[in-house]
């Protein structure tokens, strides 16, 4: 089959096994060119590890320390005539190259908010690696299934308390206008933190200690943002980041959890706004990334996921360092985005930017490019004109 984008809005719903893999093998290449991460983990669960920032912390792991990893996400297969999800193939195209370096990978395909994933990860820990001494919380969802109540809770990107209008633009068409959201009500904002927040995250870490199965010193890392004034109606004070409040709430109780087990510790760390599958669904956010492509690229600073990631590793996290955190006890990888020139620069270019100047202002080209390439397009040495196999099974 020959598998090209077919974007719908902010989702593709194409994606490329071969474009997926090479992507992952250039996410590989930046991490070994980066060197051994000297006392790095070396067991290492992560929930959300198909795609993002939970790929880039598996990678960094596997091919920066020669850790064994248990990825978990939750990722469509391939159907008659219908392509997988993106994570379906970078998991593949890891994991092989996991195997051929020699090192331990195995995957868990499921709702990780769910009792039964939870048990089957804790069964291949206690099988396969004895104990993990590294988990990373890294994901981004739509819903939650709650395991005690069965209510389903649905996860929204409202402000809070009034409506809210900026500027948006509309990455697949080029059209930027205003768009107004109304706020989130008290039901919203409740089921935001459920999908969002921290609790999810406890009841990992509370089972995986129930089980032992964390080695003495273990720790936990889970990310978020919070970015600049004028994306903060959306993000910081809207429902995700009452939910990313939650999710700090949930990371001190693991971390006193983590302490008493043999001096380990468990922190927020706020990572750069980057294109992803999650980002790109967020209102206003996709213009401001776009602006911040453009100043980051122009003073030399610009990362992805992975640059973000093997830097928090070798850092703050490992290699004889700990976390610079900051007063509130996270540890900062935006600091080069939220750097005062490069925000300055970014408030003096949103008022000005229209849908004729799009292109000049920001860096909407590269937007693009970076999206595609979250499906496999796009990458360098792939023919994409040629037949590809979309059936493949989950290693
Ligand atoms: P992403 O969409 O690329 O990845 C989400 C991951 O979660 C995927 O592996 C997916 O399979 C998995 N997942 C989703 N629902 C699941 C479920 N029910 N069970 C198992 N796995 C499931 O997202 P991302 O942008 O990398 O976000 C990861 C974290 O990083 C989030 O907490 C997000 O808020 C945070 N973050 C993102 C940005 C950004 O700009 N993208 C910036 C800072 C922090």
Redesign the pocket.
């Known amino acids: 089959m020959i598998i090209i984008p077919k974007v719908r809005g902010f989702v593709c719903v194409t994606a490329h096994p071969e474009g997926c893999a090479a992507h992952v093998q250039q996410w590989i290449d930046h991490v070994k060119a980066g060197g051994p991460i000297k006392a790095g983990p070396k067991k290492v669960l992560v929930?959300?590890?198909?795609?993002?920032?939970?790929?880039a912390s598996r990678i960094t792991a596997a091919f920066g320390s020669g850790a064994a990893t248990l990825g978990?996400?939750?990722?469509r297969p391939s159907e008659e005539g219908r392509s997988a999800t993106p994570?379906w193939y970078n998991t593949i195209g890891f994991t092989r190259l996991a195997h051929a370096a020699g090192l331990f990978a195995k995957n868990l395909n499921?709702?990780?908010?769910s009792a039964d994933?939870k048990q089957r990860a804790l069964g291949l820990i206690r099988a396969d690696l004895g104990q993990v001494d590294l988990v990373v919380y890294?994901?981004?969802?739509p819903r939650?299934i709650h395991p005690k109540t069965g209510a389903i809770h649905k996860s929204v990107l409202k402000p809070i308390g009034a409506s809210y209008t900026n500027k948006t633009v509309d990455t697949d068409k080029g059209v930027v206008s205003d768009v107004t959201i109304e706020p989130a009500s008290e039901q919203e904002v409740a089921d935001t933190i459920a999908v969002?927040g921290g609790e999810d995250w406890e009841m990992w870490m509370n089972a995986l200690a129930e089980a032992k199965l964390l080695a003495p010193g273990a720790q936990s890392v889970?990310?978020?943002?919070i970015g600049p004034e004028v994306t903060w109606a959306i993000y910081k004070n809207g429902t995700?980041g009452l939910a990313?409040n939650d999710?700090e709430r949930a990371g001190k109780n693991i971390d006193s959890l983590l302490k008493l087990n043999g001096g380990g510790r468990a922190f927020i760390s706020?990572?750069?706004?980057?294109?992803?599958?999650?980002?790109s669904a967020i209102p206003v956010?996709p213009l401001y990334?776009s602006i911040l492509y453009k100043l980051m690229k122009a003073a030399g600073t610009h990362e992805g996921?992975i640059e973000q990631i093997q830097r928090l590793f070798a850092t703050q996290m490992y290699n004889g360092h700990a976390p610079k955190f900051d007063a509130a006890g996270r540890a900062r990888v935006?600091d080069w985005e939220m750097r005062p020139e490069i925000q300055a620069a970014v408030r003096e270019i949103w008022p000005a930017v229209t849908t004729e100047n799009l292109a000049e202002k920001t860096d909407i080209a590269g937007y693009r490019s970076e999206f595609l390439k979250l499906f496999g397009f796009g990458l360098p040495g792939i023919n994409y004109e040629a037949d590809s196999e979309p059936h493949i099974p989950m290693l």
């Open positions: 929930i959300g590890a198909s795609t993002g920032y939970g790929l978990i996400f939750f990722e994570g499921g709702d990780a908010f994933i890294s994901l981004a969802s939650r969002m889970a990310y978020s943002y995700i990313k999710l706020v990572n750069k706004a980057l294109v992803t599958q999650a980002s956010v990334i996921c935006d």
